[in-house]
Structure formats: structure tokens, C-alpha cells
């Protein structure tokens, strides 16, 4: 069985969402002995965004450069990695009301045609299909009480579409929210998400 974890935030040591992305593959680690854990900090390596040179996996151009073959292998390596994984936990802390851009660039490099999705005559067909994804929401505010909240947000919202279109029907969330709104929203905020870690892995078990 293989775990692909991945952080994406940028505040290191302050982040809470690294914090509860480190409690979430502890927890299936001890649950699952023998799991093979890979990680991607994607605050350090992230991909390049998109251009014209690290297009060829999607129009189907061949490389002609060194730069080309290089995104190319970059992209290749990426995808790899999420369709080799059983499980990905995914650390994704609200940033202006969406994912951080490092995390949207790796989007980019494994939402490839022919590899984690094709078009058919009937429509798109998602490929990875067969993964547990947990989503570890973090966000300073409150976003899912309130209709005008879950309007605002593009980040729980936008993941369950992506992962949903590439074939992953079995996502599950871990939120933290409210951490920004003093410390008793975040003790509370905090407990919530430890309780949801080991929710989602009974699902599991």
C-alpha cells in the first residue's frame, strides 16, 4: 500500500495544516503497517506553472529542446507519483479564497488527457480511479455554516471537482476553520480535526 503525503503551504513550522497533514499519515501509518509513505513539499519543489514549454504532455507536441523534455520529465514524474499512491493526503490551507498556487501547479502537471483522465463519446472519464484522497482544509475564517461562506470558498470546492473528474470518488475532509478567530475557535477548530482524522480512517478500516 502506498501514501503520497503533500504540503503545500507556506508558512513552515507555523502551519497548521502541515501539522494535521503529520497527524493524518501518522495515524494511517500505525493503522496500516508496512505502508509505504512518499512526500512532496510542494512549498519547496513545487513545478513551474504552465507555458508554453511544459505544454507538450498536453497538446501532444513532441520536445524539441532540453527545456521541453525537461518539463516534460517533471510532469511525467508528478503524475507517476499520484498514480502509484492508494492513499494522498493533501494539506491545502485557504489562500484568498481558494489553494495555494504551488498546489494548483501540481494540479496542472498530473490533470493530464490519457493518463488521469480521457474524453470518450460520452464525456470525460476519470482514470485514477480506485484512491482514498484526505483533504486537509485549513482556513482562518468560517466558510462551511453559512451559504454566502461555502460561496466564497474555492478550495474544499475546487479539490472535490478536480479529484471527482480524474475518477476519485472516495474524498474525504479533515477542516480546521475558524483558526484565526482567537484562541478558543482554534482549540476547538483543532479537536474537530483530530476527531475527523481518525473518522476517516474507521471509514477505512
Not at 476547538?188 to 474507521?202: D, G, K, P, T
Request: aromatic fraction near 6%; avoid cysteine; charged fraction near 20%.
Amino acid at each position: 500500500m502506498q501514501l503520497l503525503h503533500i504540503d503545500s503551504a507556506i508558512t513552515g513550522d507555523m502551519s497548521v495544516s502541515r501539522d494535521l497533514t503529520a497527524r493524518t499519515v501518522q495515524a494511517w501509518v500505525a493503522a496500516h503497517p508496512g505502508l509505504n509513505v512518499d512526500y512532496l513539499d510542494l512549498a519547496q519543489d513545487a513545478p513551474s506553472h504552465l507555458s508554453a514549454v511544459s505544454m507538450g504532455f498536453r497538446t501532444g507536441q513532441s520536445a524539441t529542446t532540453e527545456a521541453e523534455r525537461a518539463e516534460n520529465a517533471i510532469s511525467e514524474k508528478l503524475v507517476s507519483q499520484f498514480l502509484a499512491a492508494d492513499v494522498v493526503v493533501i494539506g491545502a490551507p485557504l489562500y484568498n479564497f481558494s489553494i495555494p498556487s504551488q498546489l494548483k501547479a501540481w494540479i496542472d502537471r498530473v490533470a493530464q488527457a490519457g493518463r488521469t483522465f480521457r474524453y470518450t463519446a460520452a464525456g470525460p472519464e476519470g482514470l485514477a480511479k480506485g484512491k482514498t484522497v484526505i483533504v486537509v482544509s485549513t482556513r482562518g475564517g468560517v466558510y462551511s455554516t453559512s451559504e454566502g461562506g461555502r460561496a466564497m470558498e474555492h478550495q474544499e470546492s475546487l479539490l472535490q471537482t478536480v479529484m471527482g473528474f480524474m475518477g476519485v470518488t472516495d474524498v474525504r475532509f479533515v477542516r480546521a476553520e475558524g483558526i484565526a478567530m482567537g484562541p478558543d475557535a482554534k482549540a476547538a477548530a483543532l479537536a474537530q480535526a483530530e476527531q475527523a482524522i481518525h473518522s476517516q480512517l474507521a471509514l477505512t478500516a
